[in-house]
């Protein structure tokens, strides 16, 4: 019964915060005004050059991701691994955290591979994927650590003395803290659960050993580096669409990167949550909230149209073109 109800609440709690986000965007008159005005005089020849750009990035991860399969024994195909990924994506803008293990289902199902060692691979990716984020997230802090404190500073104070009450006497986040602790209670007494989360560190620890193991580390390298190269020129281009936003500073776009990378785990897909950091992140600046909001809405939709239709297009492939495909090969030595 409590396993149920903690599983509805990891579907329910981000759809609804996503749905919160929209509607406070929305009621907004302001922002409403400016989204709609935004639509229509951005210059969508960057919003296509950014979609390119996106397709590019997950080419390159699905090239990358072989190099930690190679090292345990599977040569596969690579169109089975980009079909996966894009899948992945368009499966976690419905279902919360379900990309990674759909991602992981249908490769293993094609490429005839245990489950749990494809999931350790998508996994050890992860960390390294988290990792390149933090060295991003570091690096612009530290270079914008005058700045961005005392922009936050000043908007905590303006929003401490327009709060009729102090944060800790709202029950609310309180209510939340006490789900979360007895779901941890939970799965600490839970032999099958210890026995899965066990498994996933296994995979986990197999995967990571594949990124030392591997002769290609500087190939991985060098693609990850890339990869999150792509991810933050396809967030600057389209702030070049719109005349309020093309002159905004390098400096304003990467704490805003930084801001909306992290607000994606919030939400499935970054649905409500991505415009909002953006526009959080350029308000700290004394730029208009309402225009970040709205340029990120732009972004969000581009990007969630484009993963929608891959990841469709995707799913027919992977079985249209595996019918007569018997699996993966042995690495060659």
């Given at each position: 019964m409590v396993k149920k109800i903690l599983n509805s609440l990891k579907i329910i709690l981000p759809i609804g915060l996503a749905v919160y986000f929209f509607w406070t965007t929305f009621d907004n008159p302001e922002t409403k005004e400016e989204i709609f005005t935004s639509f229509k005089e951005v210059n969508y020849f960057y919003i296509f050059l950014t979609l390119v750009i996106v397709l590019i990035s997950h080419l390159s991860r699905a090239y990358r991701w072989r190099f930690l399969l190679k090292p345990l024994g599977y040569e596969t195909k690579f169109s089975n691994s980009?079909?996966?990924?894009?899948?992945?994506?368009?499966?976690?803008?419905?279902?919360?955290?379900?990309?990674?293990?759909?991602?992981?289902?249908?490769?293993?199902?094609?490429?005839?591979?245990?489950?749990?060692?494809?999931?350790?691979?998508?996994?050890?990716?992860?960390?390294?994927?988290?990792?390149a984020l933090a060295t991003i997230t570091f690096v612009t802090f530290y270079i914008?650590?005058?700045?961005?404190?005392?922009?936050?500073?000043?908007?905590?104070?303006?929003?401490?003395?327009?709060?009729?009450?102090?944060?800790?006497?709202?029950?609310?986040?309180?209510?939340?803290?006490?789900?979360?602790?007895?779901?941890?209670?939970?799965?600490?007494?839970?032999?099958?659960?210890?026995?899965?989360?066990?498994?996933?560190?296994?995979?986990?620890?197999?995967?990571?050993?594949?990124?030392?193991?591997?002769?290609?580390?500087?190939?991985?390298?060098?693609?990850t580096i890339f990869i999150w190269g792509c991810y933050v020129f396809m967030f600057y281009l389209p702030f070049l669409g719109l005349e309020s936003?093309?002159?905004?500073?390098?400096?304003?776009?990467?704490?805003?990167?930084?801001?909306?990378?992290?607000?994606?785990?919030?939400?499935?897909?970054?649905?409500?949550?991505?415009?909002?950091?953006?526009g959080l992140a350029i308000g700290?600046?004394?730029?208009?909230?309402?225009?970040?909001?709205?340029?990120?809405?732009i972004i969000w939709v581009a990007q969630a149209i484009f993963y929608i239709v891959i990841g469709l297009v995707s799913l027919y492939l992977i079985n249209k073109t595996n019918e007569d495909y018997d699996g993966h090969s042995p690495t060659v030595s």
């Open positions: 980009f079909y996966a990924i894009m899948i992945g994506y368009v499966v976690n803008m419905i279902i919360p955290r379900a990309g990674e293990i759909s991602r992981a289902a249908f490769f293993s199902r094609f490429e005839k591979i245990p489950t749990e060692k494809t999931f350790g691979t998508i996994a050890a990716e992860r960390v390294v994927d988290l990792f914008e650590r005058d700045t961005a404190w005392k922009a936050a500073m000043e908007l905590y104070e303006s929003n401490k003395k327009s709060q009729k009450a102090p944060f800790y006497e709202n029950p609310w986040p309180w209510v939340v803290l006490a789900i979360f602790a007895a779901g941890a209670i939970f799965v600490l007494r839970s032999p099958k659960i210890k026995l899965k989360i066990q498994g996933l560190i296994s995979g986990l620890i197999e995967g990571l050993l594949s990124i030392v193991k591997t002769k290609y580390k500087w190939q991985y390298l060098l693609h936003t093309k002159d905004i500073g390098i400096n304003t776009i990467l704490v805003a990167f930084v801001f909306s990378a992290f607000a994606i785990v919030l939400t499935p897909g970054g649905t409500g949550s991505f415009h909002k950091a953006v700290l600046y004394g730029y208009s909230v309402a225009t970040g909001e709205a340029l990120g809405l």
